[in-house]
């Protein structure tokens, strides 16, 4: 299974690769959409990283209001 560390550094890429693909998006909508969930990445790598310096062991975090499940 994959680490939590690794989990977060693979939201925190694909956040990136969103809002590179928005960047090139004439559509203003589509622009913010994929730049909210590019944000909804972050967050979840966020999540992940705050339990690994909690100590916290192994969880998966869920875009749906930050749930977790151990």
């Known amino acids: 299974m994959q680490s939590d560390r690794n989990r977060a550094e693979q939201y925190?890429?694909?956040a990136e690769e969103l809002r590179?693909?928005?960047a090139s998006w004439l559509e203003?909508?589509?622009r913010?959409?994929?730049e909210r969930v590019a944000n909804d990445y972050e967050r979840m790598a966020a999540l992940l990283e705050t339990r690994l310096e909690s100590g916290e062991e192994?969880?998966?975090v869920f875009a749906s209001g930050g749930e977790t499940r151990q």
């Open 12 to 14: 925190r890429f694909r």
């Open 28 to 30: 203003e909508d589509a």
């Open 58 to 60: 192994h969880a998966a």
């Open 32 to 34: 913010q959409m994929l």
């Open 20 to 22: 590179a693909i928005s």
